[in-house]
C-alpha cells in the first residue's frame, strides 16, 4: 500500500475520531430576566456533561470543517494520482515511440 494512501485512510480515522469526539455539543439560549445567554454544553464519550464558555462554539465549527475537508482532500489526491499513473501516463508513453 503506497504512503499517501495509508495518509488517507490514517486522516480519515483521525477525522471520524474528532467528529465522534465532539458530535455531543448543543448549544441554548437560557434567559435569566435581563439577558440572554449562549449556554453551550459538550457530551463527552465516556466522560459526561461539561459546559464550556460562548466562544469555544467557533472552535468547535472550525474542528468540524477540518475534519470534513480532510478525507476529502486525502481522498481527491489519492484518486488523482491512480488516474495520472493509469490513464495519463501510459498516453504519454505511448506518444514518445520507439527509441
Given amino acids: 500500500m503506497k504512503l499517501l494512501t ?3 485512510i ?5 477525522s471520524l475520531v ?9 448549544q441554548s439560549l437560557e434567559t435569566d430576566g435581563n439577558r440572554t445567554l ?3 454544553s459538550w457530551y463527552i464519550p465516556f466522560y ?6 460562548h466562544w469555544a462554539w ?3 465549527v ?4 477540518f475534519s470534513i475537508s480532510v478525507p476529502v482532500v486525502l481522498w481527491t489526491i489519492v484518486g488523482l494520482r491512480k488516474l495520472a499513473f493509469a490513464v495519463i501516463l ?9 527509441l
Fill in 38 to 40: 449562549c449556554i453551550i
Fill in 62 to 65: 472550525k474542528i468540524w470543517v
Fill in 18 to 26: 474528532a467528529l465522534y469526539v465532539t458530535s455531543g455539543v448543543t
Fill in 90 to 98: 501510459p498516453v504519454c508513453r505511448s506518444r514518445e515511440g520507439p
Fill in 48 to 53: 459526561g456533561s461539561v459546559q464550556v464558555t
Fill in 58 to 60: 467557533w472552535t468547535f
Fill in 6 to 8: 495509508k495518509t488517507a
Fill in 10 to 14: 490514517t486522516g480519515t480515522c483521525l
